[in-house]
């Protein structure tokens, strides 16, 4: 399954210029709201150094970083949840998102109209969070709603799900879009795909010479009392290094105070938001990184290669990223007893490079 993080917000915040900025890609980014109406979809190779250094040693035939989705989502507007702005449709994009960035507009330009007439973060957020909530307790009604007539039809056994989805929908109404559903674990929320059960972070679009003001005071503030992640971005500043070479693309950056392309910083919060890492395979025919989730036994890294991996799972060898590149490869990390052979327990480190044996 590929990860997907979507990218939502307003229309006219400049979610389709971050997108252009973070893919390399020449997507329509106009002044007019609903400019996206599909959603643009691109796969981004996540950076990862450690694949280069393993590279290194193997000399490969290929190299295949582990990637990221991310999806540009057409804006919301007040009244999405009853299909105002088709956006019932747009919703429906958030939902197939493992996460999403809510961007939003920090910044003037008489040239780029808002939605509101006015600029003002924290009203931003109120509409598109309120959209979302209601989006999500029409489903937990209607889903309410049809247990609750199965119940009254002698379908006793419904009654623990019943009750799972009334405290639900009880936390999402009092607490609304903070209401903290990222480690509900049960299966029946999962396939509701609520949008308030995913995990977000907000970017600031700003303008280059904007790069202090009070509109990213304001979402500071609110960022600090909600506790979320905010990250600041200079949208059609990055969206225009994607020509430049990688010397030109460095001097930029440092012009803007930035130490890594946004891309980087935005894979970064996404790992983190949903709790993956990487694990790599190596050989010479391929060097490769792995996403997977912290906790993940072996059997199921085995998995993400290919499902009789996990089937047939006898055995994983593994050997410490830094043993690896200390003793430059599997043999001689072998040689000096950093290979450790691992059973079907075994929790799958950072960094880990992994051998599996297996047999179906």
Not at 148 to 166: T, V
Not at 204 to 211: I, T
Not at 298 to 316: N, T
Request: glycine fraction near 6%; proline fraction near 3%.
């Amino acid at each position: 399954m590929s990860i997907k993080c979507g990218i939502v917000g307003l229309p006219n915040v400049g979610k389709s210029t971050l997108f252009n900025a973070l893919t390399s890609q020449k997507i329509q980014a106009e002044n007019f709201p609903f400019c996206t109406i599909e959603p643009n979809i691109a796969r981004v190779n996540i950076p990862d150094i450690r694949l280069d250094k393993l590279a290194e040693i193997n000399n490969p035939e290929k190299i295949i970083p582990a990637y990221m989705e991310f999806v540009d989502i057409a804006g919301l507007v007040k009244g999405a949840h009853a299909g105002e702005g088709l956006g019932n449709k747009f919703l429906s994009h958030i939902r197939e998102t493992q996460c999403f960035a809510h961007v939003v507009r920090c910044f003037e330009d008489s040239n780029v109209i808002h939605v509101d007439g006015r600029i003002s973060p924290v009203d931003d957020l109120e509409v598109i969070e309120t959209e979302l909530v209601l989006s999500d307790l029409e489903i937990l009604d209607k889903k309410v709603e049809r247990i609750s007539k199965q119940l009254r039809n002698g379908e006793k056994s419904l009654i623990a799900q019943y009750e799972y989805l009334k405290k639900i929908k009880g936390n999402i109404s009092e607490d609304g879009f903070n209401a903290d559903l990222s480690n509900d674990t049960e299966d029946i929320l999962k396939t509701l795909q609520l949008i308030s059960s995913k995990s977000f972070f907000y970017i600031a679009n700003l303008h280059e010479d904007q790069a202090k003001n009070v509109f990213l005071d304001e979402l500071e503030d609110h960022a600090k009392k909600t506790n979320k992640p905010l990250i600041k971005v200079f949208a059609k500043a990055e969206s225009e290094l994607a020509d430049l070479d990688n010397a030109e693309k460095a001097e930029y950056l440092e012009m803007l105070g930035l130490e890594k392309p946004t891309l980087d910083v935005i894979i970064q919060q996404g790992y983190e938001l949903l709790n993956l890492f990487s694990f790599f395979t190596a050989g010479p025919k391929e060097v490769r990184s792995w996403s997977i989730k912290r906790g993940s036994k072996a059997p199921q890294a085995a998995g993400k290669i290919h499902s009789d991996f996990e089937r047939g799972f006898i055995k994983a060898e593994v050997i410490g990223f830094e043993d690896y590149i200390h003793h430059k490869g599997h043999l001689t990390a072998r040689e000096n007893g950093k290979l450790k052979v691992e059973g079907k327990d075994y929790l799958v480190q950072d960094g880990d490079v992994i051998e599996f044996k297996f047999n179906v």
